[in-house]
């Protein structure tokens, strides 16, 4: 049912501090749950499910669909919408405060969720990089221009793309205008899917992986033997002969580096570099006396 009038018939006015532009677009809600590929039986847990029009969509695959959602405002709504579903759970709570694993038991889950954008990036962390089970498929709604940049290609990479394409293969299912949600947002938006690698792309320690890819990006459009170099705290030419060694001319810039390069650029620190006690890399005799 369209949100604006459900949204009237309770009284309840959007909150821009929850992000609370709801999908009113049919066409939309249909490229999302084909996106998400559910079987009847699968799991799918709904980040924010608002006033329930993507929920229903979930519920009607058959799926077992657990939606939360933070404003218990919407909660009548949702009960309203979702009671006649005998496989959707409605659960209120924080995405940041609940465990999503515990949310959908055993077994494998999709997760599914048109994000406030303010979460975004900290909620693809989470799901890709923290939970005790990862999610088997995200379709997220975000910002378009953050879609972008996560599937980004060599030559445009940041540190969001080299972090989401790490753990998964990431596209843009559909791009949406503004009008396809009450209230408009200001900003556009689009549907992304990541499936998050079965086996690691890479044998490498993530915590050396992500140390490295953050000091090759810790200084804007530098070239890589100098914001790699001060990035590790050593000298660029130090950097510079790390990065030849795996054979990554040192003039190059961060963004443009695919995955496996920055793994084999990692190997290589992890190789040349001697940790210090708290576990980071330090400066190596060598360099400090060049
Ligand atoms: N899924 C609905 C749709 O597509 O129309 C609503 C999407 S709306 C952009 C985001 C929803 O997430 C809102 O209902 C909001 O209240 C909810 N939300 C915001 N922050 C949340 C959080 N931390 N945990 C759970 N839900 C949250």
Redesign the pocket.
Known sequence: MN?KYLLDAYEIAP?KS???????DAHI?GKIVAAAELKPGDTVL??????????VALAQTHAQVVA????DR?LPILQRQLGDFPNVEIVQ????EVDPVALVGGGEYTVV????YY?TSKIIRLLLESVSRKPRRLVL?IQQEVAERIVAKPGDMSLLAVSVQFYGKAEIVTKINPGA?FPRPEVASAVIRIDPHIHPLMSINEEVFFEVVRAGFSQKRKQLKNSLGFGLGISHLEAAQILLSVEVDPSRRAETLNIEEWGALAHAVARTLPRSESGRFRASAQAETA
């Open positions: 949100p909150k929850l992000g609370q532009n709801f999908l009113q809600l709904e980040i924010g499910a608002g006033t329930g029009a993507l929920t939360l959602e933070i404003d919407l709570g924080d995405i940041e969720a048109n994000l406030p979460i709604t949600f």
